[in-house]
C-alpha cells in the first residue's frame, strides 16, 4: 500500500476485531447507517460471526445442528464490508494507525473496535490443558469457547459414557445439563461452597443444585481436584479430595480470562479487560471496545467491572455505533442474562447488590418462581426460573426506575407487570 492509499485509508477505515456477538451487532448498526464500504472485519475464525449461546446446547447433542449464521456471507458483500476470516491480528501500531494481520496484511483505520471477547482458563498445574481444547496436546480434555471447540467436543462426546466438568459455571452447568439429558453419566466438580456464587442468589443456586442432583448428575462442591495423572496422549486420572478417580472425557469449566493481548501489548488501559468510558472508547480516543473483553463504570451501581453476555455484546455495539458516528450516546442500558439447563431457564434482569434484601415471588410450580432484589427499599434485580413473564416485566420496572414494595411485588395473585 502506497502512503497516499494508506492516508486514505486512515481517514476513511473502521476496522472490527472480533467475531462474536459485539461485532456482528456493530457491523449490523454501521450498514444501517450507510457505513458499509468503511468496514473492515477481522476474524481470527474461518468462520462468519455466528451465534455462540447454541454451542452448548442444540450444536452439542445434534450431529445434523449447524452453525447459526448472525448474516449470511451475501449479506456482507452486499454491504461492502471487507473481510478478514482466518487471519487474526496480531498488532497495533498506535501511531501509525495500523493493524498488522497473521498474513502481513496491514489495515490503516481512522477508528478502531476491539471486540476480542474472551478465551477459556488454564490449568497452571496441567502444562498440556493451557489455552484452547483443539491444542491441548491432551486428546480427552475440551473446552468449549468456539465452533470448532463444539465440533471437536460433539464428537468426543458421542464416543464418551461419562463427562468429568471440572467448574460449575454457566456453561459447565449446560454443558452437564446437555450430556445428562443424551444419557451419559455426569460428574461436576465445584472447587466452591456453592454453585454459581458470584452470579446467583444462595436460593437460587440451591435450586439449580437440587435440580440437576435430581437429574441423575453428580455434582459435588467444596472439592479439592489436582493431582492429574497423564498416560500418552490423554488425562488418565486426577485425585479429588485425594481419591483417585479415572476420567474418560473431562472438560475445563472454571471460567474465562477477557482477550485484550492485543491491547495491552499496544498500551492501552486494561484492568480486567479493556477499559473504557461511557462512549465505549478506550484509553485512546481513535480505539472503542465493546462486549466481553470491555470493562467500564456500570452507571447504576457505580462498580467497575465486565459483563459476558449477549444483551451486553449487542447494548455496546449499539453505543459504539453512535459513539463512531459523532452522536454522545452513554452505554446506559439495563444488564441482563439468561442460561438454559435442562428444564431451567434461568433469567436476570439488573445486578445483585453487594448489600440488600432478597423476596421470593412464588410461580405457578414449585419449579418456577422469582427472588427480588431490593437495595435501600428499591428493586434493583430480579432472578426468574421458568418464569419469563416476571422476567420481561421485571426488565421493564427495572429500565423504568418503578418499585413496587415487596409485598405488592411476591403477590402471586397478581402479575408483575400490573405494576408497571
Known amino acids: 500500500m502506497s502512503n497516499d492509499e494508506t492516508e486514505q485509508a486512515r481517514q476513511d477505515s473502521i476496522v472490527i476485531i472480533g467475531g462474536g456477538h459485539a461485532a456482528a451487532q456493530l457491523c449490523a448498526g454501521l450498514v444501517a447507517a450507510g457505513q458499509g464500504a468503511r468496514l473492515h472485519l477481522v476474524c481470527e475464525e474461518a468462520e462468519l460471526p455466528y451465534q455462540r449461546p447454541p454451542l452448548s446446547k442444540a450444536y452439542l447433542k445434534n450431529p445434523l445442528e449447524v452453525l447459526q449464521l448472525h ?29 498488522r494481520l497473521r498474513s502481513g496484511t496491514e489495515l490503516a483505520y481512522a477508528k478502531l473496535v476491539l471486540a476480542t471477547g ?31 471447540d463444539a465440533l471437536r467436543l460433539r464428537t468426543l462426546l458421542d464416543a464418551a459414557q461419562h463427562l468429568t466438568l471440572l467448574g460449575g459455571g454457566f456453561i459447565g452447568l449446560e454443558i452437564a445439563a446437555t450430556a445428562r439429558a443424551a444419557g451419559k453419566a455426569v460428574t461436576v466438580l465445584e472447587a ?10 444462595p436460593e437460587l443456586a440451591e435450586h439449580v443444585l437440587q435440580t440437576h442432583l435430581a437429574s441423575g448428575i453428580d455434582l459435588r462442591l467444596g472439592v479439592a481436584a489436582g493431582g492429574f495423572e497423564i498416560n500418552g496422549n490423554r488425562l488418565a486420572a486426577l485425585a479429588v479430595d485425594g481419591k483417585r478417580e479415572p476420567v474418560e472425557l473431562m472438560v475445563l469449566g472454571i471460567g474465562v480470562v477477557p482477550e485484550h493481548t492485543l491491547a495491552s501489548e499496544a498500551g492501552l488501559a486494561c484492568d480486567n479487560g479493556i477499559q473504557v468510558d461511557a462512549l465505549l472508547r478506550t484509553s ?3 480505539i472503542l471496545a465493546i462486549g466481553d473483553c470491555a470493562s467500564f463504570d456500570e452507571h447504576t451501581s457505580g ?3 465486565r459483563l459476558e453476555s449477549v444483551q451486553n455484546a449487542n447494548d455496546q455495539a449499539r ?4 459513539t463512531l458516528l459523532g452522536r454522545e450516546e452513554p452505554y446506559r442500558a439495563l444488564p441482563w442474562f439468561w442460561s438454559e439447563q435442562g428444564a431451567l431457564r434461568l433469567q436476570m434482569a439488573g445486578l445483585m447488590p453487594q448489600d440488600g434484601t432478597r ?13 427480588l432484589h431490593y437495595a435501600q427499599d428499591r428493586l434493583v434485580c430480579v432472578e426468574s426460573v421458568n418464569a419469563p413473564l416476571d422476567h420481561m416485566a421485571a426488565r421493564k420496572l427495572l429500565e423504568s426506575g418503578k418499585s413496587p414494595s415487596p409485598e405488592l411485588a411476591c403477590d402471586a395473585n397478581t402479575a408483575l407487570k400490573t405494576h408497571l
Not at 118 to 143: I, Y
Request: charged residues 20%; without cysteine.
Open 118 to 148: 474472551t478465551r477459556a482458563r488454564g490449568l497452571p498445574h496441567l502444562p498440556h490443558a493451557q489455552g484452547n481444547g483443539q491444542d491441548s496436546g491432551l486428546s480427552n480434555v475440551a473446552v468449549l469457547r468456539s465452533a470448532a
Open 319 to 322: 453505543t459504539a455505533v453512535a
Open 192 to 201: 466452591a461452597p456453592r454453585l454459581l456464587m458470584r452470579s446467583v442468589s
Open 71 to 99: 448474516r449470511a456471507e451475501a449479506w456482507y458483500v452486499d454491504a461492502g464490508i471487507t473481510l478478514h476470516r482466518a487471519d487474526p491480528a496480531v498488532g497495533i501500531d498506535r501511531v501509525r494507525r495500523t493493524v
Open 359 to 371: 423476596h421470593r415471588r412464588a410461580g405457578a410450580s414449585s419449579a418456577s418462581f422469582s427472588i
Open 303 to 305: 462498580r467497575h467491572l
Open 284 to 286: 485512546d480516543q481513535n
